[in-house]
T-cell receptor
């Protein structure tokens, strides 16, 4: 079983601050996805990164895939209360499975 | 757009009872999945299907069964419910498989007492 570790597990910050969430593994993934999940709902896809070293931006969110395709980071600039939620990374392998990390629970305080 | 629809939203079962969690999608996706989410444990794959008539086990299949008679529907059957099956269950679908994003339903919260 591929293990995806996310850090930090919990993060509480003030509105306007910047933050970075990390997703690390000893396994190599063909692609890596980031999802955000709100209470009582299913995860919603934010981005998919495929190439080692790839950087994608989604408004104030910047996603990076590690050169060796074993890790990824999510950076949020000027966090807003609407960014509050559980952030999940998920790594895809050659098998038909998507392995999910345990998540980072972000709270942005107005 | 309905996307992935799961029913029921909540359910309480007694030990030994059985039930079926329903999942339907209207996006004509070939791939469908069932995950369970336990606190602090992330999502674990129970079963998946790559098309009508084809199903396969995931990481944690014991105590569950699935069927895929149509492209749209992928029900999950719990036989002889146990407290260890208390969890939130998510159904998801994808057009081309794990290399592309999944669309998730809103989940079924199941408690076995």
């Amino acid at each position: 079983t591929q293990l995806l570790e996310q850090s930090p597990q919990f993060l509480s910050i003030q509105e306007g601050e910047n933050l970075t969430v990390y997703c690390n593994s000893s396994s190599v993934f063909s692609s890596l996805q980031w999802y955000r999940q709100e209470p009582g709902e299913g995860p919603v896809l934010l981005v998919t990164v495929v190439t080692g070293g790839e950087v994608k931006k989604l408004k104030r969110l910047t996603f990076q895939f590690g050169d060796a395709r074993k890790d990824s980071s999510l950076h949020i600039t000027a966090a807003q209360p609407g960014d509050t939620g559980l952030y999940l990374c998920a790594g895809a392998t050659g098998a038909n499975n998507l392995f999910f990390g345990t998540g980072t629970r972000l709270t942005v305080i107005p | 757009n309905a996307g992935v629809t799961q029913t029921p939203k909540f359910r309480i079962l007694k030990i030994g009872q059985s039930m079926t969690l329903q999942c339907t999608q209207d996006m004509n996706h070939n791939y469908m999945y069932w995950y369970r989410q336990d606190p602090g444990m992330g999502l674990k794959l129970i079963y998946y299907s790559v098309g009508a008539g084809i199903t396969d086990k995931g990481e944690v299949p014991n105590g569950y069964n699935v069927s895929r008679s149509t492209t749209e529907d992928f029900p999950l059957r719990l036989e002889l419910a146990a407290p260890s099956q208390t969890s939130v269950y998510f159904c998801a679908s994808s057009f081309t498989g794990q290399g592309h994003g999944y669309t998730f339903g809103s989940g079924t919260r199941l408690t076995v007492v």
